[in-house]
Nanobody, 124 residues
Framework: QVQLVESGGGLVQAGGSLRLSCAASGRTFGGYTMGWFRQAPGKERDFVATITWSYGNTYYADSVKGRFTISRDKAKNTVYLQMNSLKPEDTAVYYC?????????????????WGQGTQVTVSS
């Protein structure tokens, strides 16, 4: 059974930084894509970034490109999202997700496994 557990959310001032972690367990993730998505109140769940587990290929939403960095540590079975230069509009619940490699990795409905989410609040 795949489990994804996020941590690292919190309250930060605009311009600050946070690092989110996603501890993954339950299988080996070779051939998988790991993603971060976010959902603000009253809005749909939006794509943030993805990384392929085996090769580390990354892909970012335009809104976070240059500010956020996704990475993974194979030895720790953990995916990270380093968030810098945070803005109030980054406020959301952030979710970690996993799926087998393939097309349309920015679509949340293509992911099989989800974590419970971690709240990120950026104050102005």
């Amino acid at each position: 059974q795949v489990q994804l557990v996020e941590s690292g959310g919190g309250l930060v001032q605009a311009g600050g930084s946070l690092r989110l972690s996603c501890a993954a367990s339950g299988r080996t993730f070779g051939g998988y894509t790991m993603g971060w998505f976010r959902q603000a109140p009253g809005k749909e769940r939006d794509f943030v970034a993805t990384i392929t587990w085996s090769y580390g290929n990354t892909y970012y939403a335009d809104s976070v490109k240059g500010r956020f960095t996704i990475s993974r540590d194979k030895a720790k079975n953990t995916v990270y999202l380093q968030m810098n230069s945070l803005k109030p509009e980054d406020t959301a619940v952030y979710y970690c997700a996993a799926r087998i490699n393939g097309r349309d990795s920015s679509r949340s409905d293509t992911y099989n496994y989800w974590g419970q989410g971690t709240q990120v609040t950026v104050s102005s």
